[in-house]
């Protein structure tokens, strides 16, 4: 049979866990499985070399940082330095800066773009000969009273199958695994409009996050790097790239932010749209299948929550397969692993519930509602009204605090 030759299974392997997805959630959760001595493999479908060209995250809250500190995945591996304390509110009759971080309790986000917390996370898995397959595609997830088989095709073509008798799905908002899911149920809502993301090869233009709201839509601005900085801005869902030159990216993120000129010399790269799209799975699993991350729920992209609630998902799930398949003391009845959704989901639409509140402060124009007369000046009135209510209502102030740096009230 030819390498190409992808009609008929050549090899099959058994393991206890098959993670599919090396993306944050997928590694975090196969790092402490592989510190527990509990047997998996990862599959992941882009070469390990395309892993290091996928900018997306970057701000990550207090809780996420606490939490992989509490599990050593911090400084062991990940080292979080870079702070971020404000956001500014910006419009062209004002500049509202917030300093949440401090009124958080000194707790603020930490910066740390998401392509490079995977490429870390790969080397240090591939460093302590983590059984990582990069290029393997799983196409099918099928279950049965003994757990489950995945097919998959490799980079060569060749298909396989592999036995285990947990899946955790890690793969993204195209979950095979979700798919497969039986008597789940999968509620979705999304806003007629969307954000075009782009990188922009420049220091950033103030150290802190902006959110402009401009009556052409909104724009936004946060840190990366030292000369990379993220920007947004609000299109219509139906636009293409095609819509979309580079030209037109930096003259409208001048006019939105309000920064003629300093952006002239600054080259606008990797281009994607990202959907204000709301996802939710309940229950996270089903029999020997667990989802976590991206391919649970979906999130907006307002306050910078799907990484963090990817990650958090993974360190519960993780635990709970140790507690489950673990060697010695800590192996046990599988209980938490039965509670895993139980236990994620009222966090998960804790935050789910943020992000689309959070949309007010920063879509230029209404969020939901069609009315009569000037919605976009109406949405602006009322985006005023709240931005007025954080700066003077302490107790407001406080509870945006916390949810947006990612601080569990005290
Ligand atoms: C522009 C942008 C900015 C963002 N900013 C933030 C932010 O500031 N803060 C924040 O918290 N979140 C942010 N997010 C959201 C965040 O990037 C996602 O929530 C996060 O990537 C989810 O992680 P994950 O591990 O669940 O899924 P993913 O990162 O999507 O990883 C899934 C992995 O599974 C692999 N895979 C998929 N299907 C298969 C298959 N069939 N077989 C094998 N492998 C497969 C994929 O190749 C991928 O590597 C942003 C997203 C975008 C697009």
Request: one cysteine or more.
């Amino acid at each position: 049979m030819g390498a190409s030759d992808v009609t008929a299974p050549i090899h099959t392997d058994d393991t206890t866990v098959v993670i599919v997805g090396a993306g944050p959630a997928g590694l975090i959760a196969v790092h402490l499985l592989h510190r527990a001595g509990v047997p998996y493999i990862v599959l992941e479908r882009h070469a390990r070399s395309a892993m290091e060209g996928m900018a997306k995250a970057g701000s990550i809250d207090y809780r996420t940082v606490e939490l992989l500190k509490s599990v050593g995945i911090v400084d062991s591996i990940l080292e979080f330095t870079a702070t971020n304390y404000c956001c500014e509110f910006r419009t062209p009759d004002e500049r509202v800066l917030f300093d949440y971080g401090t009124l958080a309790g000194d707790r603020p986000h930490y910066i740390y773009p998401q392509h490079l917390l995977v490429a870390r996370l790969c080397d240090a898995l591939t460093a302590i000969d983590g059984d990582i397959r990069f290029g393997t595609e799983v196409n099918t997830v099928e279950q049965d009273e003994h757990g489950a088989t995945l097919s998959i095709v490799d980079e060569c073509g060749t298909a396989g199958t592999i036995r285990c008798q947990v899946v955790a799905g890690c793969d993204g908002a195209r979950s095979v695994v979700a798919s497969a899911l039986r008597g789940c149920k999968v509620v979705e809502q999304s806003l007629p409009v969307r954000w075009l993301a782009v990188l922009g090869t420049t220091a950033p233009l103030e150290p802190h996050t902006i959110y402009a709201a401009h009556p052409r839509g909104f724009a936004g601005q946060m840190r990366r790097l030292p000369t990379l900085t993220r920007f947004y801005l609000e299109v219509p869902a139906t636009d293409t790239f095609a819509d979309w030159p580079e030209r037109r990216v930096r003259d409208e993120l001048s006019v939105r932010l309000l920064v003629p000129g300093r952006l002239d010399d600054v080259s606008f790269i990797e281009p994607s749209f990202v959907d204000l799209r709301m996802r939710m799975t309940t229950p996270m699993q089903d029999g020997a299948l667990f989802v976590a991350g991206d391919a649970a729920h979906l999130i907006t992209p307002a306050g910078g929550k799907g990484m963090n609630l990817a990650i958090a998902d993974a360190v519960e799930l993780a635990q709970g397969l140790i507690e489950r398949f673990g060697a010695g003391a800590g192996a046990g009845d599988g209980d938490r692993l039965a509670r895993y959704s139980e236990t994620r989901l009222p966090a998960i639409w804790r935050i789910q519930a943020f992000s689309r509140w959070m949309l007010r402060l920063i879509l230029a124009g209404s969020d939901d509602v069609v009315g009569q007369g000037d919605d976009s000046s109406f949405g602006a009135g009322l985006r005023q009204g709240w931005v007025s209510a954080l700066q003077h209502d302490a107790q407001l102030a406080r509870w945006f605090a916390y949810s947006y740096a990612g601080v569990d009230p005290d």
